[in-house]
C-alpha cells in the first residue's frame, strides 16, 4: 500500500510539473509588454504596447486588452489594435472597448495591442498599464514617474 501511495504522489507531482511548460507552447500568449520611455514627468503621454501571439494549434480567437491603469488619467486611454490584414502587411483599427478582439487569428502571427495615455500620479512612483489575454496569461509595462 506505501509503494503505490509513493508511486501515485510521483506520477501526479510528474504531472503537475510538465502542466506549465505545456500551457505555454499552446494558445495564446501576451509575449511583452514596453514603453516608450522609461521615465516620465506627470502630464506626460507615454505609449505603452503588448505583443501576443497564437501559438496554435491552428487558427484561434486571440483577445487582449488592458486591465488595470495605475497612475494613468483614465479619461486620456486611447487604445489601437495592430494585426495581420491578409496579404496586405498589417493593419489598424480602433476597438469598441479595452479589448482587441480577433476570431481566428492565425497561428504564429502577432498582435499589437497599443495604449498612449497621460501619466498621473507623483515623482517617484510607477504608472503602469497591465495587459491580459484571454485565459489569463498577463504582462505589464511600467515607467517611472519623475518631476
Same mark, same amino acid.
Given at each position: 500500500m506505501k509503494r503505490v501511495l509513493v508511486l501515485s504522489l510521483f506520477v501526479v507531482s510528474l504531472t503537475?510539473?510538465?502542466? #506549465?511548460?505545456?500551457?505555454?507552447?499552446t494558445g495564446v500568449r501576451v509575449l511583452k509588454a514596453t514603453t516608450s520611455v522609461d521615465a516620465a514627468p506627470p502630464g506626460a503621454r507615454v505609449v505603452f504596447q503588448a505583443f501576443a501571439t497564437n501559438l496554435g494549434p491552428g487558427p484561434l480567437d486571440l483577445w487582449v486588452g488592458y486591465g488595470t491603469?495605475?497612475?494613468i488619467d483614465p479619461e486620456t486611454v486611447r487604445e489601437t489594435c495592430? %494585426? #495581420?490584414?491578409?496579404?496586405? $502587411?498589417? %493593419?489598424?483599427w480602433n476597438p469598441d472597448d479595452p479589448v482587441c478582439e480577433w476570431d481566428g487569428f492565425p497561428e504564429g502571427d502577432v498582435l499589437i495591442v497599443k495604449v498612449v495615455a497621460?501619466?498621473?500620479g507623483s515623482p517617484h512612483q510607477v504608472a503602469s498599464v497591465t495587459f491580459c489575454a484571454? %485565459? $489569463?496569461n498577463c504582462k505589464t509595462a511600467r515607467i517611472r514617474i519623475t518631476s
Open positions: 503537475w510539473s510538465t502542466l #506549465p511548460a505545456q500551457a505555454a507552447s491603469l495605475r497612475n495592430i %494585426g #495581420p490584414i491578409f496579404a496586405y $502587411g498589417y %493593419g489598424e497621460q501619466v498621473a484571454y %485565459g $489569463g
